[in-house]
């Protein structure tokens, strides 16, 4: 990791260009109707909706609680057993005695993040190295860093980078995108279950593949999406930092987004 995790205020380096990014420049912005949006993504009373994912903000501001979750477990944990000692996307293992408490780190939902300096755009919880996604269903996760039950789409002064993986090797990088995946992930499962078909999948070109930082800076994604957090994902297999998607041919990183996001927990 090339951000430091061990003081508010650590984080990687912010970059701009990509293969993903590219992809994006050279295949257009194309209309997302019927990507983001379609069937059962309509707001209601209850809260507003994400990419099939239904938010966690209620109709008078306030943030819903997972089901017998009190607000002082909300914030301070424990949190379930399933994320105590956990590893976060970036492979940081969780330790429960080795915590920040939120109110030490800005912790913030994203649009209150907008209007701290120490923000930048895009950057949110789903796409930092110390997360780890939902694991039982309550649309919340965890974090190795920070303690509380954590939202995709919030931030805090820790948040730290998840550096695009090397090239593996025979690869170069233009391939990478329409590269046969190794036999490992060719009919793998998604973390949603979701069966990967190598003979019916999308270009990434088609989907708009790109980094989920700049996806959410440039208003394509929403704040708490990225291919860790999407139940199509195939995480890393084979130790390359790589992962593939079961929608998506090539090579997919965890850190990525693309138009046909859907949230971890959406297909169990």
């Keep these: 990791m090339e951000g430091d995790s061990s003081k508010p205020g650590g984080g990687g380096a912010y970059h701009y260009w990509s293969r993903r990014h590219y992809l994006v420049a050279t295949g257009g912005i194309a209309a997302l109707s019927g990507c983001l949006g379609g069937d059962g993504d309509e707001a209601d009373d209850a809260g507003t909706t994400t990419g099939g994912a239904t938010s966690t903000t209620m109709a008078d501001g306030e943030e819903e609680l997972p089901d017998g979750v009190s607000e002082e477990e909300f914030e301070n944990g424990p949190v379930p057993e399933a994320y105590r000692a956990a590893v976060s996307l970036g492979g940081e293992q969780r330790n429960a005695d080795d915590l920040f408490a ?45 303690d509380g039950y954590i939202d995709g789409a919030d931030w805090c002064s820790v948040w730290e980078e998840l550096p695009e993986p090397s090239v593996p090797e025979g690869l170069t990088e233009s391939e990478l995108p329409t590269a046969q995946v190794p036999a490992e992930y060719r009919t793998a499962s998604s973390q949603g279950g979701e069966e990967r078909d190598p003979d019916d999948l999308d270009t990434q070109e088609a989907v708009q593949l790109t980094e989920s930082v700049e996806a959410i800076a440039d208003g394509l994604g929403q704040p708490g999406q990225s291919c860790g957090s999407c139940a199509e994902f195939i995480p890393d297999k084979n130790g390359d930092g790589w992962g593939a998607c079961a929608k998506v041919e090539g090579y997919v990183a965890v850190e990525d987004w693309c138009s046909i996001w859907e949230h971890v927990t959406e297909e169990r």
């Design 102 to 146: 939120k109110g030490d780190v800005q912790f913030s939902e994203y649009d209150e993040a907008l209007e701290n300096n120490a923000h930048q755009p895009g950057r949110c919880c789903a796409n930092c190295g110390e997360f780890i996604a939902d694991r039982n269903g309550d649309a919340f996760g965890a974090c190795s860093a920070v």
